[in-house]
């Protein structure tokens, strides 16, 4: 309630209000607008990107130093530098590479036996777990995964070189600075 008034004034004001109508959107979004549902980023295990100075372009637009995570969009023709959930810039990909070499094994009939045997005993830990009441195990792989940035120089003045990898995609991003 407010402070300091008494519930019958402020009911007779038609601009106040002393409860929230009904329903509530807190920042002006609406549910699932936002920009981590609007991209559908599906992991949130993406390499982490820190910046030590502030960045800002020439139209005045600033990406605050701090920690934050690096994805490429399903597409692969942008990079989102996203903090806390939220896509704070949106870069593009002037560079992609694909590595092809692993996927002959992991389509190998040997590979797929050899899978779905971990999977089976997997499965069967973790039924042993249930009953003793332990938390059951994931077989998430540990993906290898990297971010950096650098800033180069050229005759029509500097920009910063973003490096995005993750397992076996590699993409470059540029943001003129």
């Given at each position: ?62 990406i605050e130093a701090g920690h934050y ?37 992991v389509h190998d009939k040997k590979s ?66």
């Open positions: 309630m407010l402070e300091g008034a008494f519930f019958e004034n402020v009911m007779m004001h038609s601009e106040t209000r002393a409860y929230p109508q009904y329903p509530t959107t807190t920042s002006g979004l609406v549910l699932g607008t936002d920009s981590i549902y609007r991209y559908g980023l599906r992991e949130s295990t993406y390499p982490t990107l820190s910046l030590v100075d502030k960045i800002e372009d020439e139209y005045g637009n600033t995570e690096l994805a490429l969009t399903d597409e692969k023709e942008h990079l989102l530098l996203i903090q806390s959930k939220v896509v704070i810039a949106v870069i593009p990909v002037i560079q992609v590479e694909i590595d092809t070499s692993k996927e002959e094994q797929l036996k050899r899978q779905l045997k971990e999977e089976k005993e997997i499965a069967k830990t973790n039924k042993k777990r249930e009953k003793t009441g332990l938390p059951p195990i994931n077989n998430d792989h540990d993906i290898y995964q990297e971010a950096s940035i650098e800033y180069k120089t050229d005759s029509n003045g500097g920009y910063y070189l973003i490096r995005y990898e993750r397992g076996d995609v590699k993409a470059w991003g540029a943001i003129k600075g």
